[in-house]
């Protein structure tokens, strides 16, 4: 019998005032208590509808079903076989508009807490079984995949294709796995051991990855297939800044988020320990409404700043960022301009920016996304008095590959054109994640590399 309560168990944090000053993980994680008295809650439905929101088809029920029992090592075993990164998707997937916003529980009262409940499996596992369930490696079949990029979208398609035998082998341009997990969402969210036990795991199942390996610049596509590799996947993200271009952004204090978090998460600008320092400022405006304006904010926050704005030009109903992150953020005394739009970055003689002129926006009809167009109001023009801006407005695909692969084409945002198996125009050439959609989240980037996995199978199989 389910329990019937209708609240979800609250996930145990960090004292707000005491982690916006760390950057040690805010959630705590449920203890196995917890985990058992929430996963009682789930009803087993019978056409389990919460997994209709699961781009990569994990079985909900059955993995919740194990947790209630206290089968927890089973509960893994159960996620992993369609998602190769539980504890980064329970952690850091926007659930609320995925699984949980079909959970039947969610009709009268709140869903089922199913991130949390993966990640605790995974966790769990973590904790226990540190050195097994990788799926270990099967016999190869000695045909070979090069998989450019190791974010979720590459680390997905190079685990499902070797655990099918295929010799994969990652090439990532920077010199850690992990893509955005590494190099954007920062510890407190996703600690870097986290990442980096997925990704042994996926190494103990056979994939190989060669890190500082650009590709396009060091060896092109072509010289890979030339080295015997029958087939390649392209997973390298969007992680070309956007600028508002706006007056004054070449000023010294702005930044791109990607440069700021880069700095602060890979290169550990946070830790005294480290020769790669980013400058500490004292107030800051951080300009954008989705995870990666969250996550500058937080960061800039817990690197000493006394005032952190979130400037963002519609109202806080339209703020993409997950629901959590927003809280979390308020809670760390993070401020909010909404209906605010930056006109233009004023400099001090020394060329340091000193101010952010913002103009005051209302909401009109809605534009071609379907969400209200923010309009100026005329003469209501306010200033910022701030000390660095970080524009965190989106990111697109890096031009390199396409520029250096003949047959490759892009949309007019730079985005890879791909057909419904993630082809791409170039034959025996397949593509996913944000290099594909522009940027998007963790989960969709694993689905597309699931598909294409599978179709670079099919499309082994026919040459
Ligand atoms: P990426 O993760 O970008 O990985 C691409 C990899 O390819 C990179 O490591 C890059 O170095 C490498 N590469 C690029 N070009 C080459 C080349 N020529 N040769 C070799 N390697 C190359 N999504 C969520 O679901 N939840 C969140 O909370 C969330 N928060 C985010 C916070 C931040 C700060 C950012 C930036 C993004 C966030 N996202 C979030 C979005 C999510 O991280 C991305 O959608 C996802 O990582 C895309 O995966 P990907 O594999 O397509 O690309
Ligand atoms: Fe459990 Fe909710 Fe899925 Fe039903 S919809 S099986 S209650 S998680």
Known sequence: MADMRPTRHPMPEQEPLLRNQNFDEVALGYTAEIAQAEAARCLNCKNAPCMQGCPVQV??????GKIAEGAFGEAFSEIVQTNALPAVCGRVCPQESQCEAHCV??????PVAIGRLERFAADWHAANCPSDGAQEAPAGNGRRVAVVGSGPAGLTCAGDLARKGYDVTVFEAFHKAGGVLVYGIPEF?????????????LERSGVKIVTNAV??????IDELFEDGFEAVFIGSGAGLPRFLGIPGENLLGVYSANEYLTRVN???AYRDDYDTPVKRHRRVAVIGGGNVAMDAARCAKRLGAEEVTIVYRRSRQELPARAEEVHHAEEEQIAFRFLSNPVAVHGDEAGHVCALACARMELGEPDASGRRAPVAVEGENFLLEVDAVIDAIG?????????TTQGLSANAKGCLIVDDSNETTRAGVFAGGDAVTGSATVILAMGAGKRAAAAIEAY???A
Not at 215 to 220: E, H
């Open 460 to 462: 082994l199989q026919r």
């Open 266 to 268: 890979l290169m550990k």
């Open 215 to 220: 590709i396009g610049r060091a060896v092109s």
């Open 105 to 110: 529980r969610g009709i009268r009262g709140e």
């Open 189 to 201: 969210r996703l600690p870097k051991s986290i990442v980096a036990q997925e990704i042994e795991r």
């Open 395 to 403: 990111t697109t695909p890096n031009p390199l590959l396409r520029m």
């Open 59 to 64: 079985h909900i029920p059955a993995f919740i």
